[in-house]
C-alpha cells in the first residue's frame, strides 16, 4: 500500500480544520439578528443625524458587549447613508432587506419622506417599519397600517400638545381666538404633516394659521423671517431639522421676534439647533419625545461596556444629549420588540414578520423601563393593533443659553380628536389602496 507523505497528512488535517471553522461561523452567523440602519452622518442633517446614529449603535453594541445579545442571539447591524434623500433610503432598503439569516428584522427610516416610500413595500417584503416619533400620523391605527409603527408620538399629538401649552399660558383655549400662530416648516412630506391638525385647531378656536414654507436645506430663510416680520404672529411654530433649525433661530434674532414665542417640534430642539445661534438661542422652547438630554444608569453602562473597550461610535462627552438620547431609546424598543417576539416564535432569529408581532405586542411598564435604565427618560408604551403609537405624552423644554430644562408637566394629547382625525385619513387611505382594514379585535 502506498504510504501518505507529511505534505499530504498535513494538507487533510488543515482541511478538516478550515471543514469545522467553516461550519463553526455559519453557526454562528445563523444564530445572528440583522438590523439595518439607515443614517445621515454626512451633508446637511448631519448634525442632528451623527448624533441619534450614534445613540443607536452604541445601545446595540451594549446588548452585544453586556447581555451577550438578544436571549443569546447576537446583533448584527450595518450602516447604510441616506443622507435623508429618499431615493437613497430605498437604494438602502433594497440592499439590506435581505440580509442576514433570516433577513432584515425591522427598518428605522428617520425620515418622513423615505417612510412615505416604503409604506407600499414594508407589506410585499413583510419588514416592519418603527418610525419613532415622524413617519405617517394616520398610521397610528394599526387596522389599515399593519406595518407602520409611529411610536411615542406622530405630528399630529406633537403640534396638539405644543397649541396645548401654549393654550395654557395664555390662560386657556379661549385666549387663542384672534392669535396669529406661523408654522416655518421644511418644505417636505416631513415639514407639511402638522398642518391638518394645525388647521382644525385654527378653526375650533378661531386663531390664525400662517404657513410658511423653507426649501430644502433650510439655509435661506430671509424671506421666510421677513413675513414673520411682517405678520408679527404671536407664536412661532418651527417644524425644521438639520442647519434648518440653527438657520431659523440666528433669523429670528436679526428680526427681533422673542425666542420665548418659538416653538420647535422634537426634531427642532436638540443642542446642534440651539448652539450655533449662542445667546440668540436662550428663551427658545421646543416639544421633547418625552426625554431630555442627560444620563442615567443605561448610558453609565454604555460607558463602561463599550466606551471603555473602545467601541464607543461618537464622542464619550456627546453621550446623553438630546438627539443621542433619542436615538438610544429607539434602538431600546428594536431590541425590546425583537424580545416580546421571541418570547412567542422561540429564542432565536426572527423573521420580520414574527418581529412585527413583537413590536404590535410590546409592553414597557415602568419597573421594566426602570431595569433597563431609562427611569426618568420614558413613560409606559403600550402597543396594539389598534394603536401603533403605544402613549402620546410629552414636555416642552426651553434653552437657558447652556441646557435644556423641562418648562412644563407631562402633557397627553387629546385623545378624542386624534383618534378622530387618525381613523378618518386610515380609512381614507384603506379606501385609496384597497386594503381591507383588520379586525383588531381578532388580533392577539
Not at 448624533?51 to 449603535?57: C, E, M, S
Not at 390664525?208 to 435661506?220: I, K, M, N, Y
Not at 416564535?345 to 418581529?355: D, I, R, S
Amino acid at each position: 500500500m502506498r504510504s501518505w507523505s507529511t505534505f499530504q497528512r498535513l494538507a487533510v488535517a488543515w482541511a478538516a480544520v478550515a471543514a469545522l471553522g467553516s461550519g463553526v461561523e455559519a453557526q454562528a452567523q445563523a444564530n445572528e439578528q440583522f438590523i439595518p440602519v439607515l443614517v445621515y452622518r454626512t451633508g446637511p442633517y448631519a448634525p442632528n443625524g451623527v448624533p441619534w446614529a450614534d445613540g443607536f449603535v452604541d445601545y446595540l453594541n451594549l446588548v452585544n458587549e453586556r447581555d451577550k445579545g438578544i436571549n443569546g442571539v447576537r446583533v448584527t447591524y450595518e450602516e447604510c447613508e441616506t443622507g435623508y434623500a429618499t431615493d437613497r433610503g430605498v437604494e438602502c432598503y433594497e440592499r439590506l432587506k435581505s440580509k442576514g439569516p433570516t433577513g432584515a428584522a425591522v427598518f428605522n427610516p428617520l425620515s418622513t419622506g423615505i417612510t412615505f416610500a416604503l409604506t407600499e413595500k414594508a407589506p410585499v417584503d413583510k419588514i416592519p417599519l418603527i418610525t419613532m416619533g415622524y413617519g405617517r400620523s394616520e398610521s397610528a391605527d394599526g387596522s389599515a397600517f399593519t406595518w407602520n409603527f409611529p411610536l411615542l408620538g406622530t405630528y399630529w399629538t406633537a403640534a396638539d400638545i405644543i397649541m396645548h401649552h401654549i393654550a395654557n399660558k395664555l390662560g386657556g383655549y379661549g385666549r387663542l381666538k384672534g392669535k396669529k400662530v406661523a408654522l416655518v416648516y421644511h418644505d417636505s412630506p416631513y415639514g407639511k404633516e402638522p398642518i391638518p391638525l394645525l388647521t382644525a385647531l385654527s378653526k375650533k378656536h378661531g386663531f390664525q394659521l400662517l404657513t410658511l414654507p423653507v426649501t430644502h436645506p433650510g439655509v435661506e430663510q430671509k424671506a421666510t423671517w421677513l413675513q414673520v416680520r411682517q405678520n408679527r404672529p404671536d407664536f412661532v411654530l418651527l417644524w425644521g431639522w438639520g442647519v434648518m433649525n440653527s438657520t431659523a433661530i440666528k433669523e429670528a434674532v436679526a428680526v427681533n421676534y422673542p425666542r420665548e414665542q418659538m416653538y420647535g417640534v422634537w426634531w427642532s430642539g436638540a443642542e446642534p439647533d440651539v448652539l450655533p445661534a449662542d445667546a440668540g438661542a436662550k428663551g427658545y422652547n421646543a416639544a421633547a419625545l418625552q426625554h431630555s438630554s442627560g444620563q442615567g444608569a443605561v448610558h453609565k453602562a454604555i460607558l463602561q461596556h463599550v466606551y471603555d473597550k473602545n467601541k464607543g461610535s461618537g464622542k464619550r462627552e456627546e453621550v446623553g444629549t438630546v438627539l443621542y438620547n433619542r436615538g438610544m431609546i429607539n434602538a431600546m424598543v428594536t431590541i425590546e420588540a425583537i424580545r416580546t417576539a421571541q418570547a412567542k416564535f422561540g429564542q432565536k432569529p426572527l423573521t420580520g414578520e414574527q418581529v412585527r408581532w413583537g413590536i404590535e405586542n410590546l409592553a414597557l411598564d415602568a419597573a421594566r423601563i426602570k431595569a433597563l435604565g431609562f427611569d426618568g427618560f420614558l413613560q409606559p408604551i403600550q402597543v396594539s393593533c389598534r394603536d401603533h403609537e403605544g402613549v402620546r405624552l410629552a414636555r416642552i423644554h426651553q434653552w437657558d443659553g447652556s441646557k435644556w430644562s423641562f418648562v412644563s408637566d407631562w402633557i397627553k394629547g387629546n385623545e378624542p380628536m386624534l383618534r378622530a382625525m387618525v381613523e378618518e385619513a386610515a380609512k381614507k387611505y384603506a379606501a385609496e389602496k384597497k386594503i381591507t382594514p383588520r379586525d383588531c379585535s381578532k388580533e392577539s
